[in-house]
């Protein structure tokens, strides 16, 4: 077995060593890109003072916005809670009308059930 594996490892290089080396190119060159001089922003105080205002009053709309959907939110939240209580109570005075109904219905069925006197 050793041998087998002996003869084709040196089947397998002598393989090897008839193949021709092949040359990898070089890269190319690494290009520098052109120094170019770069200038501060210039500062325009006139605009920037707009750009403030405009922002500010961004600002000022969107909390606007926002405190009038909290209080929405807190008036339909309330008007939930509201409801819910209602048909909670609703739900409890159907049970008490269906509990009398049924007992309404069983003294029905008994009163049915009972023979009926005859009269002499």
């Given at each position: ?26 890269p190319p060159p690494a290009v520098e890109p052109p120094t170019a001089v770069v200038r501060p922003p210039v500062a325009d105080p006139v605009r920037d003072e707009a750009v403030i205002r ?67």
């Open positions: 077995m050793m041998r087998v594996f002996a003869l084709l490892l040196g089947m397998s290089l002598a393989g090897c060593a008839s193949v021709e080396p092949t040359t990898i190119p070089a405009d922002l500010r009053h961004q600002v000022e709309r969107l909390t606007a916005q926002l405190t009038d959907a909290q209080r929405r939110y807190a008036t339909l939240n309330e008007d939930h809670r509201r409801g819910e209580a209602a048909l909670r109570d609703s739900q409890r005075k159907v049970d008490e009308l269906q509990q009398k109904l049924d007992a309404l219905l069983a003294i029905d069925r008994d009163t049915r059930r009972r023979p009926k006197p005859t009269v002499k």
